[in-house]
């Protein structure tokens, strides 16, 4: 199944968003992460289409949304999703965040408790583990020859990925320049990184999801540790945790089977 692509028009600049399924279904939304879009719930989002409206926006600066004229921080991206979900008319959803997109879901959970339903947490948590800035990554250039040498970086970094899924994602994360070479999309003010907005206290955050929730962790995850996924399930009033094997972060990408049958299992479809 492949999605219908849409525009919302923000405060100064559009949003793009892909959505699945059919509109008169309970919606779902999807957040990607940092540097991602929202083709990466490609994966998983027609066998959920298949209960919901899924829906996934480009979040601003990302894939084919416009950059943000105020900069990035999580506290805005938490406030373009209310705009967001305001405009597509969504009084009340569901919403699975992957990475920092599931950092604006828990806050954005957090303050409107009347507006979520149920949410999932993807591999994230409101402490980094330390293997994650031990890492040796690969160096990143600044443009590439082909979409193929993005989709064999891809998975040098994943040996889950797919070739083809590598391809595919890669083709929808760059833009061709007029010389012939490949950037990314995202913005290259994202660079920098999203400033974690510091003013955010993510635990006390957990403690005020009213919500169910589902806290999922790659078993090879460098992001989130299993003490720290084990300690957001007690902080949280209604959590649970599911470990996914043979996936690193971006559960939905690296077994993509696993990741739909635990969300499955807690929207309480089949």
Not at 10 to 26: A, K
Not at 91 to 109: E, N, W
Not at 136 to 148: N, T
Not at 163 to 185: C, M, N, T
């Amino acid at each position: 199944m492949d999605p219908q692509s849409g525009f919302v028009q923000m405060d100064g600049f559009r949003l793009h968003y892909l959505e699945w399924g059919d509109p008169n279904r309970p919606p779902v939304v999807c957040l990607h992460g940092y540097t991602g879009n929202a083709y990466a719930w490609q994966p998983v989002a027609p066998e959920l289409a298949r209960y919901f409206r899924v829906i996934a926006p480009d979040l601003p600066g990302h894939g084919d949304s416009d950059p943000s004229p105020d900069g990035y921080s999580i506290r805005k991206y938490v406030d373009d999703l209310g705009r967001f979900t305001d405009r597509l008319g969504l009084d009340r959803f569901d919403l699975i965040g992957l990475s920092m997109g599931g950092r604006v879901a828990m806050v954005y959970a957090a303050e409107n408790p009347g507006r979520v339903g149920r949410l999932v947490i993807v591999d994230i948590g409101p402490q980094i583990s330390r293997r994650w800035s031990q890492r040796q990554a690969e160096p990143e250039p600044e443009s590439f020859g082909s979409v193929e040498e993005v989709a064999e970086r891809l998975r040098r970094g994943n040996p889950y990925l797919t070739a083809e899924y590598a391809r595919f994602i890669a083709g929808h994360s760059l833009k061709q320049r007029p010389d012939g070479r490949y950037v990314w999309k995202w913005d290259p003010a994202l660079r920098q990184g999203v400033p974690a907005s510091p003013e955010i206290d993510y635990w006390a955050v957990l403690s005020r999801v009213a919500c169910p929730t589902l806290v999922l962790r790659g078993e090879e995850s460098p992001i989130l540790d299993q003490d720290v996924a084990e300690q957001m399930v007690r902080t949280l009033p209604n959590g649970r945790l599911r470990v996914i094997p043979r996936a690193i972060h971006t559960l939905q990408e690296d077994n993509p089977a696993e990741f739909l049958a635990a969300v499955k299992e807690f929207f309480g479809v089949s």
